[in-house]
């Protein structure tokens, strides 16, 4: 069996057993809660892992782009969820698609995205599930006010294509308490206009573990879950050894005694730092922060003593795992060092 | 021919006529100072690209990983610098193969990086030429003083397999008369010891129309002076009218009068701002920025009366066009609303 020392860097590496711990634990806590988990394929983009999430209970996955959920569907997923609006004729063509070949549903927040939606399933022999998207404070889709969520959802009601799946929000980070009574607001809206509500679907790793208890709230959409990364751990989902994907570099470089250089820079940890400070946490090197990055240089400032040396390999914990999974046409599931299996990121630029 | 309506966005649409104006203004301004041209390939990954500012007169290409060596050479590409320390035994053992059918250059910063290619390359038919890596402000890789690179310069000498080729540096932004008196002062040190400096080969599109007077500098390796970005821009290298390289986007919501989103979030667009506020710029939509990306939404925010409606496409002039390459796997080639060819970004994605 090949050895992570065989890998050439940057490589990602993943600790299968981590990840799969982190799938059981998501699993465990919406099944405790009530919860539907429906996990989003966002942060892996692999086949692999989105079978093991059914496996452990998922009642279907999440993707956001019409081509990832195009390659979970060739691989034999069959309840996508893609909560995007859906629009111009190329795109709904590929929708309907879809369509025939799994169980779809998706989301709109505007007369316009349901007139492409309508239009195009009027003659479909299964009408297709559609959710409201309602902004519940992120600042970002969604109808803004319960009014408008019935609008919309007497639309899809009326379509000849369409069904009413109910409401779905991307919750802002720590504003769960206003989403859930934002969407309690909205759903009893709807149900004063005689229109049914079968899913409320939210989403965000950091606040699943505040999900459940009292909730409107049907179905869960986390994604960085299976991963984690420095952003989790800083909002205290997990520790450092609970992140299973590690960004494996080498120090190509020591030209001061605080200065080392990784062979990793933007192009393989990503600039989004999600507003953390620093680009990256080397594990098992204390004192060692990613305080800069080039396209293809990482700096490493040492203090407190840290020590790297020119050619060492070291494992670098990112800012934002879902991002640099996006970055790399392979990862490597690992066991300690041992690398158990190679896998192409299957859905990696599928844009549209 | 295909029309950029037919496209499914979010695509990279290059106005070709635009890049090759860029590639033809640099290549005279290096004929014009007696500066050797060698394009840095990170910014477009295309042998396409490359084959054309060779025929304009660079005299090779730079690459920053050999898999992009690789690329380029398997595609006809001659002439290739890598000024990067390579080690390990995989990188090293490809390094050799690729010297075997390319004219190849590399750097080193270090006496670790110098045994590695010294005992790979002790028995190569031609020698390996080194150019030693000098850091002159940027705060990157590089030896700290012209003695440091008298010692490496040396060593690169006295190696059988290797070649002393000369200085390498990739300056601070905006610092290039320091840049160039420290190589100034480091070539009158090789030269005190006796050692030849063929080569100081320098860097980085914004100060390029600063070099060539006066200069010890010999080669110059530009990147993103093919296609621009609002980074650029905002460096004065050009006008937005200059920028060939946009991301086609669609409006896909609108839930405010003042807040449209586009379907194109960090993993198009990319996070990399090099600092400037905001994200993109949108082509011919004044008063519309993008102030926020999530990994699939680009937030607009509208002002001074600024209009998009949902459906409409729109082209957004990227902070960092070099990193945005890197997300997509291919790339359109545009002239006005036609769609001359779509090329495959096949250097993407060669992360080591």
Known sequence: MPSIDDLDTPAIVIDAARAEANIRKAQAHADAHGLKLRPHIKTHKLPYWAKKQIAAGAVGITCQKIGEAEVMADAGLTDIFLPYNIL???????????????????????????????ATFADAGQPLQVLVECDTGMGRCGV??????????KAIDSARGLTLGGLMTYPAAGKQTQAESWLAGAKQALAAAGLDCRRISSGGTPDMWRSGENSVVTEYRPGTYIYLDRYQVAKGVG?????????????????????????????????????????????????????????????????????????????????????????????????????????????RGRMG
Chains 1, 2 share one sequence.
């Open 88 to 118: 111009g004729r190329a795109k709904l063509e590929r929708l309907k698609a879809l369509h025939g070949r799994v169980t779809l549903s998706v989301t709109a927040d505007s007369l316009v995205t349901l007139e492409g939606l309508a």
């Open 144 to 153: 803004q006010t319960a009014d408008e969520a019935v609008v919309l959802a």
């Open 239 to 347: 520790s450092l050894d609970d992140c299973a994907l590690t960004v494996l570099a080498t120090v190509v470089s020591h030209p001061t005694p605080t200065r080392a250089i990784l062979d990793s820079g933007s192009k393989a940890l990503s600039s989004d730092t999600l507003g953390l400070s620093d680009f990256g946490e080397l594990l098992g090197v204390p004192g060692a922060r990613v305080t800069g990055l080039s396209e293809e240089h990482g700096n490493v400032t040492l203090s407190d003593g840290a020590k790297l040396r020119i050619g060492e390999r070291v494992r670098v914990v990112p800012d934002h795992c879902c991002v640099v999974t996006n970055l790399f046409d392979q990862v490597h599931l690992i066991d300690g060092d041992k690398v158990l299996e190679t896998l192409p990121v299957a859905a």
